[in-house]
């Protein structure tokens, strides 16, 4: 009965005003999820996939779905193909195509799917992948690197075609499909596979190359020239375009992928495009003050420590970090001050220090004094 029937929209998990591409696509995904062969013996699925198919007879036909719209199933009640095989498939076809055409991509092995339009169209090449290591100064600034790595290029021995005496394929009569029948629950089904004697490409080499086998393809170690950019960091990847494995059927090759990775530095690090650096300092120079001379990524600089420095105390240096990455200028570097405390004294050293221990004043001692004031309340 049709009032006992579900809404086709609500089959197909789409609204009303749903495209037709929108509803080939769920139909797939659902025809897919539910196919028999798929689910054998799950009568739940079976019914499932009948419901499927029926609403999507009806919503993919645009006279159909007009009727629909207007007056439900009682505008298309037999009509909707409800009662032809799969409802709508009639003998696993339906608005003249093949279902091995319309679920080839879908379920492979099951409609065989691909077909000599497939094999034969331009395919992009696979991406290539290499690593690359490099000194902390390298990353900072920037460099040129000759890689080396393995990839697919075109036969240079048959320019890529594979041989001489190209001919149709006999088992396909130059088609790149085969037809084959297969025994279901519900009858014979007819479908296409792509031919496995030309791998769906309607032709055979009569002399295969005797370099490639008649691939038209070598693999090859291939040596080029990197720019790597300052600033990368470690684990970051430079892409060089086209530089991967070759296109089948005329199609772009891939692209290379390289890896770095840096070496770390015994001076410094990154922090982003900034670098970081400790520097220890005497316990007197940072009392009194000085101007040292310390090193950067580019060679030294002079660093001025202010009188009564303390321990932990930064201080930047503008522009002696990394190079920004894809950008311009440079990051900065941030000095952190250890203040060391001089070890194994002397009876001498002692006394001196002792002594100016002694000349000094709570003032001079602005936090220790504080402090233990604080806790003395």
């Known amino acids: 009965m049709a009032e006992q029937k579900r809404d086709c ?40 996939f009948k419901e499927v198919n029926e609403a999507y007879s009806v919503l993919s036909d645009s006279e159909k779905r007009a009727r629909y719209d207007q007056f439900g199933w009682a505008g298309v009640d037999g009509q909707a193909g409800g009662d032809g095989g799969f409802g709508g498939f009639g003998g696993f076809q339906s608005g003249g195509f093949d279902v091995g055409d319309l679920f080839g991509d879908l379920f492979g ?9 497939s094999a034969n ?35 240079s021995t048959c320019n890529g075609v594979g041989g001489t005496g190209s001919e149709n394929c ?3 009569g130059g088609k790149g499909q085969v037809t084959v029948q297969t025994r279901t629950p519900f009858g ?20 295969p190359c005797r370099d490639c086998r008649g691939s038209g393809l070598l693999r090859k170690t291939k040596v080029i020239e990197v720019n790597i950019p300052g600033g990368i960091a470690d684990g970051q990847r430079v892409s060089v375009r086209g530089m991967g494995n070759s296109g089948i059927n005329g199609g ?52 001025t420590i202010p009188e009564g420095t303390q321990n932990g105390a930064v201080f930047t240096i503008r522009g002696k970090g990394a190079k920004q990455l894809n950008g311009k200028g440079y990051g900065d570097m941030l000095v952190t001050v250890d203040v060391e405390i001089p070890k194994s004294l002397s009876k001498k050293q002692k006394e001196a220090l002792q002594a100016f221990d ?12 504080a402090f233990f004031k604080k806790n003395r309340k």
């Open 358 to 369: 002694a000349a000094c004043e709570d003032k001079n001692y602005a936090k220790h004094t």
């Open 9 to 48: 929209y609500e089959v197909l998990g789409v609204s009303k005003g749903a495209s037709d591409s929108e509803i080939k696509k769920a139909f797939y995904t659902l025809a897919k999820k539910y196919h028999p062969d798929a689910n054998p013996g799950d009568k739940a699925a079976e019914q499932r």
């Open 121 to 155: 169209m331009p395919r992009r090449g696979d991406d290539c992948g290499a690593r690359v290591t490099l000194t902390f100064q390298e990353a900072a600034f920037g460099c040129k690197k000759e890689i080396s790595y393995s990839r697919v290029e075109k036969c």
């Open 188 to 207: 014979y089904m007819q479908s296409t596979q792509v031919c496995d004697a030309c791998k769906g490409k309607g032709k055979v080499i009569k002399n």
């Open 109 to 117: 092995g099951i409609f065989g799917g691909g077909g000599r339009r």
């Open 170 to 172: 006999t088992k396909c």
């Open 252 to 303: 772009d090759a891939g692209d290379l992928f390289v890896e770095v990775s840096v070496r770390p530095h015994e001076l410094f690090r990154r922090d982003g495009f900034n670098v970081l650096c400790r520097i220890p300092v005497r316990m007197s120079e940072a009392a009194l003050g000085t101007k040292l001379k310390i090193p950067t990524i580019d060679g030294e600089t002079e660093l």
